[in-house]
């Protein structure tokens, strides 16, 4: 009767579970025994590998057709939310092929944006400096001088000031900097002295840049403020971004000519760090997002932020943190930074 009781206990269909270490072992010995998990998937693949090539080769994406070079850099992290959906079907595809192209798209997106994810932003710094694109139809300009005010900044910048409400900015303003100077469109406030305080040309037209040196405790800074023209996307033509990139050549040309060592340039140019055409800016000065930022930091637009077009960038001085400030009544998000002078 033992005897008997243990053959029924061994062979009783399934009354123990089966060892998980069994169970993967006969998973895999399916899948080995599955010929078309090399075949299948074949689609997934390519598209993952478009996508790598796109990222790698972004720099040579043509310009001449609507400028989908430069539209494809101002949203190229976003390229990175293929990953996960691809892996998915990938898997429920059982196609190691399309597996191995989206791992390698995967390493491709960490390689260029992972540092970017990271919190890279230090604890030191005697100088902060804040800019927002205060938008000109902006309903609540007290609010939002008010708000931007309370972030600490010793140097402020706007942009997109409207001629008739520059004077409640100025208000607003008064009890926090004592300085300040205003040209066309952009502005300038400061804790600290300002001096030589000027346009800039970026070929508009009209004036929507300027430049003022600011004398610190840790000597002069110049401080240059822009707003370059706005991109659109239009159906007959694509990504039109023609006179913008003239005027970032223009602001280039303006910084490479600054005589001091430290330079400091706030604004709104309607374009990101990998943006090609803002290349004559960018080759000279450094993101403090990019250097010490928490995130990508994207600023517009505010209401669900995908691109950083708003920027704080530095020559001869260190960042030390990078962040944006919380939203106001604008539709860009305010960004702000703390530097080493």
């Known amino acids: 009767m033992a005897q008997a009781y243990m053959t ?10 089966e060892p998980s270490e069994s169970r993967f072992r006969r998973r895999l010995a399916e899948l080995r ?18 996508i790598s090539l796109v990222m790698i080769f972004h720099a040579q994406l043509p310009n001449d057709v609507g400028n989908l070079g430069s539209l494809t850099e101002t949203f190229l992290p976003w390229l990175g939310l293929a990953v996960p959906v691809l892996l998915a079907a990938a898997v429920f595809r059982r196609s190691a092929t399309a597996l191995i192209a989206i791992l390698l798209t995967a390493v491709v997106w960490a390689n260029l944006f992972g540092g970017l994810v990271t919190d890279k932003s230090g604890s030191g710094g005697n100088l902060m400096v804040a800019t927002h ?10 609010g939002t001088a008010e708000s931007v005010a309370k972030s600490g900044a010793d140097v402020l910048a706007l942009t997109e000031l409207k001629g008739s409400v520059v004077p409640v900015y100025e208000k607003a303003l008064a009890g926090t900097y004592k300085y300040h100077s205003v040209e066309g469109t952009v502005g300038v406030w400061s804790k600290y002295p300002l001096t030589a305080s000027s346009p800039v040309d970026i070929k508009m037209g009209w004036t929507r840049a300027m430049r003022a040196t600011v004398d610190t405790a840790q000597g002069q800074v110049a401080v240059f403020v822009a707003h370059l023209p706005s991109v659109r996307v239009k159906p007959n033509a694509g990504f039109t971004a023609n006179q913008r990139d003239n005027s970032a050549d223009a602001l280039g040309a303006a910084l ?6 430290k330079v400091i340039l706030l604004g709104d140019l309607n374009g990101t760090m990998n943006d090609r055409a803002l290349s004559e800016v960018t080759s000279q000065m450094r993101s403090t ?50 530097l080493a002078l």
Not at 40 to 49: P, Y
Not at 256 to 261: C, D, I, R
Not at 300 to 305: C, D, N, T, Y
Request: aromatic share 6%.
């Open 256 to 261: 490479a000519a600054e005589p001091l060592k």
């Open 8 to 17: 029924e206990k061994g062979n009783g269909g399934g009354s123990e579970p």
């Open 33 to 50: 025994g599955d010929r078309g998990i090399w075949r299948r998937g074949l689609v997934l693949a390519g598209i993952s590998v478009l």
């Open 133 to 142: 694109n205060v938008d000109a139809d902006n309903a609540d300009p007290r």
């Open 289 to 338: 997002q990019g250097a010490a930022g928490d995130g990508f930091g994207f600023s517009w637009p505010a209401q669900f932020p995908m691109a950083r077009i708003d920027q704080i960038m530095v020559r001869g001085i260190t960042p030390q943190a990078s962040w944006t400030l919380p939203r106001t009544g604008s539709d860009h998000l305010p960004i702000a930074a703390r």
